[in-house]
């Protein structure tokens, strides 16, 4: 169902998500572009990288990239250059400023707390199991002199 | 006529659900047997009302009956006859109706084997289960009606929306949804438990088969969706982290920590509430699910019916359930006392850890999926979490998971002794990084994925076998091979789980680590090659389908001077719904899978071919069935099969 909104996007000319005309000569910044296209949200289709849409917008997008970084730009560059322009939205990894520290922190407290509820589960479960009380020591006592 | 009197078992199956709902609820509090005594025939004369009703929507469907709006909307007379009848749960309206089905399939199954259940706890799980067949049948009837007519009858349908059109996608639906839809026998298991304020180990010998075979269809629903995914949408993806996506996960990771802690409220008699909490949950992620999937609130894409005031009344209907258990579970839970005792080094204990990676891992997808909505709602950022987000954050659980496993699930009951369960793992360990060294030195890619992938694939796969082994016992290798075959089929099956998860992690690793991708443009008669292959564009065709027009190529793939096969992939274009696919071919191989697109023609001559070798793909989906078949295999085990709940609770020897 993923192409039924995407079709939304494009309806008249589908064209392919990276095309052969856009790939860069240079094999080490086209890697880059590709690692950064993947983490950019196509802004005009639904949870999708502009390197996965189709899209014309993410085309352009793909482009724009490119020619940054060509330009010399370095990745955070780059990155900001986007941000400006078409907002934190285009992110697909949420920077971890303001209110999304609770989103980024969420996980390792949760964790925290669940393994701390946990470790006093088990414990207050082992106490109970592992003392004798003192009349039973003894009657233990009584048995191995048998 | 057929459509009307399915129209009208529906109406009546709602009626029945009401009588379900409140007369053995009411006889089991009064202790009455004659008023409990009415949940078991309601719940079979629902499921028969809900399965003919059903029946009339798909024969509709079968015979075009374009008079129908929903037939209209989503069928047409040129569509192959398994759409014809796929096009019945295609679509919201539909299915909803085979949501309810499957509810009302479970009650009556419960109502069916469940003769040896004590009588009140059958008729108050038959009463919940009808509870939530009542808030269905209402939003169908009232908001999303199947049967409704069209005044003039056209022609000939709109057709169902192509990429539906596909083997994957037919039985993705009924799937999940028997995923989702079991987890409600859990859910009203552990409602009717906080009623009678007693939970004890025929209780969870009780709900753990349901939720082992919800656990499995889900299994098997998520890795058809992402099968489907892989080969249908042009490049290979098989996992997006879009919401609806997460809603399916969800539930999936609670209902993996419902089946182990399940097992210790079995064996031991302790995680009682927890585990009642795990069932309560469960559910609830399937209602978030379906209410992300028809609200339309998070942007999906996925989105099927987006009209908030469906939206609206599937989140009433969240609330009043999940916010009603959860009540419940706040005032009862304290009754529910766990006898059970076990040692911080245990099963018990490993299990525990088990539960909380799950749940943690679980809250992660949550949080991460509704965040863009609460930041968005709160403080007023929009903003996008998407799949980097969830790499970095679910994917530490997964690995400590993985780590855990094999240990964990060797160590003894209630006191284990952890040097006594590392050492059989220990070669297993030598192994695992021996092969991780091996994969590192022989990738050309500097990167730590793959061998991770490969440490951990042998070393979770590795100690089931270790485990297995150990079952058998001393002696011969003759003696042990014969008393390995001979073990509980629940062994196996958690054998077979355990490893379908090391295969599939092995799977994800090693294809996002080691996949090549070549994108270029091709003229007919060009040759090129990727990685250790070349391929050959040899010519492009116009091929007419039933209901579509192609553009077919025709490639050759080569190993040096070898030939391995031909492709043909496809790009075709449905002028009914006016939209076209990519049909990509794929050559699926033990070790790689060889993957082909054909792109539009070029300006300047030539067509765009993508071409991807992915090492290990069917690795993936090769887990995910091992896994589903661990379930199988558990779930017919003897002590499953034979008087579930007429055994009495077993007689705590140890905990004296």
Redesign the interface.
């Known amino acids: 169902m993923k192409r039924l909104v995407l079709m939304l996007c494009l309806l008249a000319a589908p064209v392919f998500a990276v095309e052969p005309d856009e790939i860069l000569d240079d094999p080490v910044l086209e890697a880059r572009v590709r690692e950064l296209s993947q983490g950019l949200r196509c802004p005009v289709c639904q949870n999708e990288s502009i390197d996965e849409s189709h899209a014309p917008v993410a085309q352009e997008l793909r482009v724009v990239l490119r020619e940054r970084l060509v330009a010399g730009d370095t990745d955070a560059q780059v990155i900001d250059y986007m941000v400006f322009r078409y907002g934190e939205y285009v992110l697909l990894r949420p920077n971890a400023r303001g209110a999304n520290l609770i989103l980024w922190l969420a996980a390792p407290l949760m964790l925290l707390m669940a393994l701390g509820v946990g470790w006093v589960t088990i414990r207050r479960k082992s106490d109970v199991a592992t003392p004798l009380s003192a009349d039973e020591e003894a009657a233990l006592e009584e048995i191995l002199k048998q | 006529m057929i459509t009307e009197l399915g129209h009208f078992a529906l109406i009546l199956a709602f009626g029945i659900a009401i009588v379900q709902t409140v007369i053995p609820m009411i006889g089991a509090h009064r202790n009455n047997p004659n008023w409990m005594g009415v949940a078991e025939p309601a719940a079979i004369a629902q499921f028969l009302l809900v399965a003919y009703s059903f029946g009339a929507l798909t024969w509709a469907f079968v015979t075009s009956d374009f008079s129908l709006q929903l037939v209209f909307a989503n069928s047409h007379t040129d569509k192959p006859m398994i759409y014809k009848i796929s096009g019945v749960w295609g679509n919201h309206e539909g299915s909803m109706l085979l949501w309810v089905l499957i509810l009302a399939l479970f009650g009556a199954s419960a109502a069916v084997f469940g003769g040896n259940l004590p009588a009140r706890l059958r008729a108050r799980v038959l009463a919940v289960q009808g509870a939530i067949g009542v808030a269905f049948f209402a939003f169908i009837l009232f908001t999303s009606n199947p049967f409704l007519r069209l005044a003039v009858p056209p022609l000939n349908g709109r057709d169902l929306?192509p990429?539906?059109q596909d083997p994957g996608l037919a039985f993705h639906p009924p799937f999940l949804y028997l995923g989702y839809v079991g987890l409600s026998m859990a859910f009203s298991f552990a409602v009717a438990a906080l009623i009678e304020g007693k939970v004890d180990a025929a209780w969870a010998r009780w709900v753990r088969p349901w939720t082992l075979a919800a656990w499995v269809f889900l299994t098997i629903g998520i890795a058809l969706g992402s099968w489907w995914?892989y080969y249908?949408?042009?490049?290979g993806?098989f996992w997006?982290w879009?919401?609806v996506e997460n809603a399916s996960f969800m539930p999936w990771l609670i209902a993996a920590a419902l089946l182990h802690s399940a097992i210790v409220v079995e064996k031991r008699e302790?995680?009682k509430s927890w585990s009642v909490l795990l069932a309560i949950l469960a559910f609830g992620f399937s209602l978030l699910g379906a209410f992300i999937v028809r609200s339309g609130v998070l942007?999906?894409?996925?989105?099927?019916a987006t009209d908030p005031a469906r939206g609206i009344l599937i989140l009433i209907i969240l609330a009043v359930f999940l916010g009603g258990a959860l009540t419940l579970f706040a005032a009862r839970a304290s009754a529910l006392e766990s006898k059970?005792?076990?040692?911080?080094v245990s099963r018990?204990?490993a299990l525990?850890?088990n539960?909380?990676l799950l749940?943690?891992s679980c809250?992660?997808v949550f949080?991460?999926t509704i965040?863009p909505l609460v930041?968005e709602m709160?403080?007023g950022?929009?903003?996008?979490?998407?799949?980097?987000?969830f790499e970095?954050?679910f994917t530490p659980?997964m690995v400590a998971l993985a780590v855990v496993l094999p240990v964990g699930s060797i160590l003894a009951w209630?006191?284990g002794n952890l040097s006594r369960a590392i050492k059989p793992m220990v070669p297993w360990s030598i192994l695992a990084i021996a092969l991780g060294a091996l994969a590192y030195a022989i990738q050309t890619e500097r990167t730590a994925l793959g061998p991770i992938g490969v440490i951990l694939g042998v070393w979770v796969v590795g100690g089931s076998v270790a485990d297995l082994w150990m079952r058998s016992g001393r002696g011969s290798i003759k003696a042990r091979l014969g008393r390995i075959t001979r073990l509980p089929r629940a062994d196996w099956g958690k054998a077979f789980a355990h490893m379908g998860m090391g295969v599939t992690i092995f799977g994800i690793a090693a294809m996002m680590a080691w996949e090549i991708e070549d994108?270029?443009?091709a003229e007919v008669g060009d040759r090129w090659d990727v990685g250790q292959f070349s391929f050959s564009l040899d010519d492009v065709r116009q091929v007419e389908g039933p209901n579509y027009v192609t553009t077919m190529a025709d490639m050759d793939v080569w190993r040096g001077d070898r030939q391995l096969g031909s492709l043909s992939p496809e790009k075709r274009f449905y002028p009914v719904a006016k939209?076209?696919?990519t049909e990509a071919d794929i050559r699926n191989g033990i070790l790689r899978d060889i993957y082909v697109v054909i792109?539009?023609p070029?300006v300047n001559g030539g067509y765009?071919v993508?071409v991807y070798v992915k090492p290990f793909a069917n690795w993936i989906w090769g887990g995910a069935i091992l896994m589903a078949l661990g379930g199988f295999v558990s779930l017919s085990d003897r002590r499953l099969r034979i008087g579930a709940a007429a055994a009495k609770p077993k007689q705590m020897v140890a905990a004296e």
Do not use: C, Y
Request: aromatic share 14%; proline share 6%; hydrophobic share 55%.
């Open positions: 929306n990429l539906l995914a249908e949408l042009g490049w993806g997006f879009d919401p302790a995680l942007t999906s894409v996925h989105a099927f059970g005792v076990f040692s911080a018990e204990s525990v850890l539960n909380v749940a943690v809250f992660v949080i991460g965040w930041a709160l403080f950022r929009t903003l996008s979490v998407g799949p980097p987000f970095a954050a659980f209630k006191r994108i270029r443009v939209m076209p696919t792109g539009d070029q765009a993508r």
